[in-house]
């Protein structure tokens, strides 16, 4: 099974056990209800995760491209995605063993980092 097969599945289910909450609803069986709409949700919530993990793998792919596509532009945004990791990563080190060492510098760079980023991205799309 794909990705894309588990997403449909997971659909499937969610709409045939919500189908049959609503059957138990009328006939008024509570606890038939209650578990029917349980599994719906839970496969609700199913296949909205691996919806989101198709559209993380797809930007994933997409930045791979771009990243060879465009190796030589500094502003690429698989670039400054690390920068900003690093950046962060950085900042979270100081403000956890060494607070005194932030500077407003620190959060300058994150700040043009990620505004880089986000105008490199809407670009993309």
Do not use: G
């Amino acid at each position: 099974m794909n990705l894309e097969e588990a997403i449909e599945r997971a659909k499937y289910i969610a709409t045939k056990k919500h189908s049959e909450a609503m059957i138990h609803r009328v006939n008024s069986n509570n606890e038939k209800y209650d578990e029917r709409v349980e599994w719906a949700e839970e496969h609700y919530q199913l296949a909205e995760w691996l919806e989101e993990l198709k559209e993380l793998r797809e930007y994933k792919r997409k930045m791979k491209t771009q990243f060879l596509d465009d190796i030589e532009n500094p502003l690429e945004p698989i670039k400054l995605s690390s920068a900003l990791e690093s950046e962060i990563f950085k900042y979270e080190h100081r403000a956890e063993h060494d607070p005194q060492k932030i500077s407003p510098l620190d959060y300058t760079i994150i700040y043009a980092l990620k505004h880089c980023l986000e105008e490199q991205l809407k670009e993309v799309e």
